[in-house]
């Protein structure tokens, strides 16, 4: 069995799987059923200055479903804590001294102040926790009241923030990062700039989910109105994969540790994202969907990998995909690939015919000597994918490198060495011709 | 005064179970059922399910429609291409049809339910009462159809459409044919087959003679020399006999056709005799329904005795299986030989094991005796010429008739005889199936209209 233990800054958890700071760690109740569930830590949901927020009393969420109303993506404008600081704090402390092997890291957001942080710190340290997540990512409710993505917006804020935490309190700082921006390094590189220990994202998504069109306003709404919401779910896990892959691969914040954020839905999700470098990983929609319980096959797929893998530990495998992630200008013009259609598993719904004739490059018969088939043009394909990404079977299309003889399409051989549209001709910078 | 078989009577069973046992079928899918079948299809291209569809109705596209919660959109398609889409939802062999051709069979062994979810579009259509379709300006063409059967309906909608006036002929007193009187009641309950002809008629245009027999009533030269075009849509009216003689006096001997159709038409499922012990012979759908049907009656035994294996039934594996799983026994590679009874009604059947020897089919010595209060017989329907005769001239009934002894038609469902169509059961290309006869009057309907431009 592969070792699941996780160091992340010093803040140790018997599994890397933590809920984020959200609904399901609002209070004791949730996270005590969390750690009897076996998840390796929480995110406190993020506590405030009293007097407390108070949220709508109409929906607070909102969803996009796929085929059989499987849930892809989620919204919510739900706001921080909506219960007392002391209350909460009383409660963190009895579960930290209950769950002592878990990590109970604190989420926080007030306003940016110097005395305000310096008077929740104190505070919050008392409650024995093992770190602090500063929320500068809520696009919702708080961004307006100047606090959250308002602040994650602007590197100098961030900047200063987190040197106020480290200057006030011994406890790591995790600084979570909004990816309602244009360049995520800039806020990454101004956390490590403060001194934060680490970044945690990516938070949520500005958006509305649907507009209801007998209504003619956003669906969900509030008493006939709606506003934006944050977006999260497996339809995110693609734009988190690439900000924590841009932060792992930036010269200036290398190496800094990262608690990922955005659609963790299986282990394979949290293998991912260790790839990229990742040091733990944050779940709350697929938790809001299913229950507590995929703990067990998170844990479970993730070691059976690493056990097929012979990953003895989260470390031997962290970061590994991070100097194949590059810049396109990089990539290997001459690598050929060729869709490969395998008639074996083929059903005949003849899509990749569809789409490749409709919106690609005509690659794909549909009839082969009178009869409905589907094969490829080698002569047409340009190797995009795009047949076996819509394919409905499994491994039936795949894209075959190509190493001997001569592309009918190109007219070039097969298995040129590297070159890159820095060295082409047609590159009005290339020095080469 | 003939006595009657104190084993052959109505009454079997008390009202609740009549009503049970001649409930639907399959019971319609539910919205969430419809959204999550829907969501199997993989919308293909140049679907297979659409080409194996006789009406060539677009099956992926209408599937998407209720997908995308648009299931009047979806009646919309199936109608355009099949106006008896809510019937043939209910009575296409779908399982050797469109589901048969899915992918998802090929893939899993599970197609999409091609024919609920049919079903469930045309539902929704027929609750909302859903008119599709717009006539286009009158053309002050009359067309007379005569039979109003789906290949009849399907043609005077067609022709409605476009604007033509269109009376149709129809020898019974309900429209609607097999539907109305020849397929079993539980494929189509709650009257759905009038439910469906006041569909058809609703686009206007379309007058209706019920009651009016060709060859008795009206007669083909008089609608030819009438109407700017007849179709003639008036399926089998004989049946195939018993293939050794047999006193025609006994009672308990009848043709399952028949049999149908008065179970259809009874106002009281009660009220329908049947045998204690029924021996149904034949292998195709009329058949089974018989069989099926006598048995939810209250037949305490129903057995099915069909000549050859099997597998060489007309009726479908998934019709097989729905006799056997109503406890009819099939008795196949097997012929009635000789009936006996009492002076009144028939008691047994006597039946000959069959066998095919070097590609002959032989009737062997191996003999055993069915009780039987009760004989169905179905073996067959046949084309009878009489009606299209009546008050014809010889050479044009030479042209007519074909060496099968229906009526030839070309491509576009015209006869020989100018100005004259024919689709349905009664033509040598019918396929003895709702689809494929509104598929010939869709044709037939076309070709009409075309005719008239030219």
Redesign the interface.
């Known amino acids: 069995m592969a070792d699941l233990s996780t160091n992340f800054l010093g803040i140790k958890s018997p599994n890397p799987f933590w809920l984020a700071s959200a609904p399901p760690t609002d209070r004791e109740t949730n996270v005590e059923r969390a750690f009897r569930a076996g998840w390796g830590g929480v995110v406190w949901k993020t506590l405030g200055e009293d007097p407390h927020v108070v949220n709508v009393s109409g929906p607070r969420y909102g969803a996009i479903h796929g085929?059989?109303?499987r849930l892809l993506g989620f919204n919510n404008i739900e706001l921080i804590s909506d219960r007392p600081l002391e209350i909460n704090l009383q409660e963190i402390t009895a579960m930290k001294r209950k769950w002592p092997d878990r990590a109970m890291v604190v989420s926080l957001m007030v306003p940016c102040e110097e005395k305000n942080w310096e008077a929740i710190l104190k505070r919050v340290e008392a409650t024995g926790c093992d770190g602090i997540e500063l929320n500068f990512g809520c696009p919702h409710g708080m961004s307006e009241r100047g606090m959250g993505s308002a602040v994650g917006q602007v590197p100098e804020y961030i900047e200063m923030v987190a040197r106020w935490c480290k200057k006030y309190s011994r406890l790591p700082v995790i600084v979570k990062l909004t990816p309602n921006i244009t360049d995520i390094r800039y806020p990454a590189r101004a956390a490590k700039k403060g001194g934060a220990d680490a970044v945690s994202l990516i938070n949520t998504i500005n958006s509305i989910m649907a507009v209801d069109l007998d209504r003619m306003c956003p669906d969900p709404h509030i008493d006939g109105k709606g506003t934006h919401g944050g977006f999260c779910g497996p339809a995110v896990k693609p734009i988190a994969l690439n900000m924590v892959a841009e932060i792992a691969r930036d010269p200036e914040t290398a190496g800094l540790p990262i608690s990922a954020i955005g659609g963790v839905t299986t282990w394979r999700d949290a293998a991912e994202f260790m790839a990229l470098g990742a040091g733990s990983v944050q779940v709350c929609t697929a938790a809001m969907t299913y229950g507590f319980k995929i703990i067990e096959e998170l844990c479970s797929g993730l070691s059976q990998w690493m056990d097929r893998k012979q990953y003895k530990s989260l470390d031997d495998f962290r970061g590994l995909a991070v100097p194949n992630v590059t810049n396109w200008q990089f990539l290997n013009l001459n690598y050929v690939v060729k869709a490969e259609i395998n008639q074996d598993l083929c059903?005949?719904?003849?899509?990749c015919?569809?789409v490749c004739e409709d919106t690609s490059h005509q690659a794909i018969t549909?009839m082969v000597n009178g009869v409905?088939k589907f094969t490829v043009k080698e002569e047409e394909c340009v190797g995009c994918n795009l047949c076996a990404t819509i394919c409905?079977?499994e491994n039936c299309i795949t894209m075959v490198p190509q190493s001997q003889g001569i592309d009918p399409r190109t007219k070039l051989p097969y298995g040129r060495p590297y070159a890159n549209w820095t060295q082409h001709p047609h590159n009005p910078a290339c020095a080469v011709k | 005064m003939t006595e009657k078989n104190p084993n052959l009577h109505g009454q079997w069973l008390d009202a609740q179970k009549y009503a049970e046992n001649f409930g639907d079928l399959h019971p319609p899918l539910t919205p969430h059922q419809a959204f999550v079948e829907a969501d199997r299809c993989y919308y293909c291209a140049d679907a297979p399910c659409q080409t194996a569809c006789p009406t060539g109705i677009d099956i992926p596209a209408f599937i998407r429609e209720i997908m995308a919660d648009n299931p009047l959109g979806a009646a919309q398609t199936i109608y355009n291409s099949n106006i008896l889409g809510g019937a043939c939802a209910r009575v296409c062999p779908t399982e050797t049809l469109c589901e048969q051709a899915c992918v998802r069979e090929f893939a899993e062994g599970k197609p999409v339910k091609i024919g609920a979810l049919q079903r469930y579009a045309t539902d929704v259509a027929m609750d909302a009462k859903y008119q599709p379709f717009k006539r286009t300006a009158k053309t002050g063409k009359r067309i007379a159809v005569v039979g109003g059967g789906p290949a009849g309906l399907a043609c005077a909608h067609g022709l409605a459409v476009q604007g033509h006036e269109v009376t149709i002929y129809e020898s019974r007193d309900k429209l609607g044919g097999l539907n109305e009187y020849g397929i079993a009641a539980y494929k189509v309950p709650d009257n759905f087959a009038q439910t469906e002809v006041d569909f058809v008629l609703s686009i206007g245009g379309i007058t209706t003679k019920t009651g009016q027999a060709l060859g008795r009533d009206v007669f083909l030269p008089h609608l030819l020399r009438d109407y700017d075009a007849v179709f003639l849509a008036i399926g089998l009216a004989g049946v195939n006999q018993l293939g050794f003689a047999h006193s025609d006096k006994l009672g308990g001997i009848e043709d399952a056709v028949s049999f149908i159709a008065k179970l259809r038409q009874a106002k009281d499922l009660a009220q329908v005799p049947v045998g204690k012990n029924v021996v149904v012979v034949g292998g195709g759908m009329t058949a089974i329904d018989a069989a099926v049907q006598s048995k939810l009656l209250g037949a305490a035994a129903v057995t099915l005795v069909y000549r050859r294996d099997q597998d060489d039934m007309k009726a479908s594996p998934y019709e097989q299986e729905l006799a056997q799983t109503h406890g009819v026994t099939l008795r196949c590679n097997a012929v009635p030989v000789a009936l006996y009874g009492n002076k009144d009604w028939v008691t047994s059947v006597e039946c000959a094991e069959t066998e095919s020897r070097n590609g002959k089919f032989l009737t062997t010595d191996r003999r055993f005796t069915l009780a039987a209060d009760m004989v169905l017989t179905a073996i067959g329907q046949v084309f009878v010429p009489a009606p299209v005769a009546a008050q014809n001239d010889a050479a044009k009934m030479q042209l007519l008739v074909g060496e099968h002894g229906r009526i030839v038609v070309d491509d576009s469902y015209h006869t020989r005889v100018e100005k004259l169509w024919a689709g349905g059961d009664c033509v040598e290309r019918g396929q003895d199936l709702t689809v494929a006869a509104v598929e010939a009057g869709k044709i037939a309907a076309a070709s009409i209209h075309h005719s008239f431009s030219r």
Request: include cysteine; charge should be positive.
């Open positions: 085929g059989d109303r059903i005949s719904c003849g899509r015919h569809q549909k409905r409905p079977i």
